[in-house]
Nanobody, 126 residues
Framework: QVQLVESGGGLVEAGGSLRLSCATS????????MGWFRQAPGKEREFVAT????????YHADSLKGRFTISRDNAKNTVYLQMNRLRPEDTAGYYC???????????????????WGKGTQVTVSS
């Protein structure tokens, strides 16, 4: 049984920063491509970032490049999302996900992920 648990969300003022963490258990963490997605009320789930098994390849949504950075520490079984210069439109639930059978080095589509966390809420005030 694989478990993914997000943490680090909260309320922050516009322009501030947060670092989300996603701790995993149950299988070898380095076997997974990991990703972050977000979903705001009334909107579809949106791809944020993904990182390859070893961490060498990263891909971020075009609209978030330069502000958000994904990373991972395989020794700690944890993936991170550093979010800088936050904006009110970044307000959403943020979810990490693991893909055990990736077709490529990274995975950008939500339906390809096998395991999901329950999410952590990020609220950015103006």
């Amino acid at each position: 049984q694989v478990q993914l648990v997000e943490s680090g969300g909260g309320l922050v003022e516009a322009g501030g920063s947060l670092r989300l963490s996603c701790a995993t258990s149950g299988r070898t963490f380095s076997s997974y491509v990991m990703g972050w997605f977000r979903q705001a009320p009334g909107k579809e789930r949106e791809f944020v970032a993904t990182i390859s098994r070893g961490g060498a390849v990263r891909y971020h949504a075009d609209s978030l490049k330069g502000r958000f950075t994904i990373s991972r520490d395989n020794a700690k079984n944890t993936v991170y999302l550093q979010m800088n210069r936050l904006r009110p439109e970044d307000t959403a639930g943020y979810y990490c996900a693991g893909d055990l059978h990736p077709g490529m080095e990274v995975t950008t589509t939500s339906y390809a992920y096998d395991y999901w966390g329950k999410g952590t809420q990020v609220t950015v005030s103006s």
